[in-house]
């Protein structure tokens, strides 16, 4: 009985989690990954994990940067995005996700929320300055869970808070 009670608060905490943070995003941890998607909010058929990724363009799509909690795409940002861009044109048969990264700073939930809508500005910035078909791109959030330097710096949250533009397999496509 009292297992049973525990379950079934275990329950009302997870389901009372999911519908107060996260508007309906999946998050899962790293050990769940091969079978779910992770704070998925768009396009979640091409945003599976784990074997998506295709390093193949790794040397061409380049990595954007954030200020400290911000979304806005900088000028930097915007000559970086077009150079993926015209990789893209040249290559009308990839897809792409754009994850969005932050640093440790702030709460879990803050941090996806974040880190989506810097996939998103990323996105719309593509469609809408750069000309890239909507349907060739995804966006994930991974928020704070996946740093680039783990450190706790200046230095490190500022490679942390960014979006990477990612090639799809084509077998995810």
């Not at 079934?8 to 999946?26: D, I, N, R, T, Y």
């Not at 897809?95 to 440790?104: K, T």
């Not at 702030?106 to 880190?115: D, F, I």
């Not at 990323?122 to 704070?144: C, F, H, M, W």
């Amino acid at each position: 009985m009292k297992k049973k009670l525990i379950l079934l608060f275990a329950g009302v905490v997870m389901a009372v989690f999911s519908l107060g943070c996260g508007g309906g995003e999946q998050v899962v941890s790293d050990d769940q990954q091969a079978t779910a998607p992770v704070a998925v909010t768009d396009d979640s058929a091409l945003a599976q994990e784990p074997s998506i990724r295709n390093d193949e363009a790794g040397d061409y799509l380049k990595v954007v940067n954030f200020a400290f909690d911000k979304d806005d795409i900088s000028a930097d940002a915007a000559a970086i995005l077009k150079e993926n861009a015209d990789y893209l044109s040249q290559n009308l048969s990839l897809n792409v996700v754009i994850e969005g990264h932050c640093d440790n700073r702030g709460t879990t939930a803050y941090n996806l929320a974040l880190g989506q809508r810097r996939a998103a500005k990323v996105k719309d910035y593509y469609v809408k300055q750069l000309n890239v078909a909507p349907e060739r791109i995804a966006t994930i959030s991974y928020g704070e869970e996946k740093p680039v330097d783990s450190e706790n710096n200046e230095s490190a949250w500022a490679k942390n808070r960014r979006a990477e533009t990612k090639v799809l397999t084509s077998s995810a496509q």
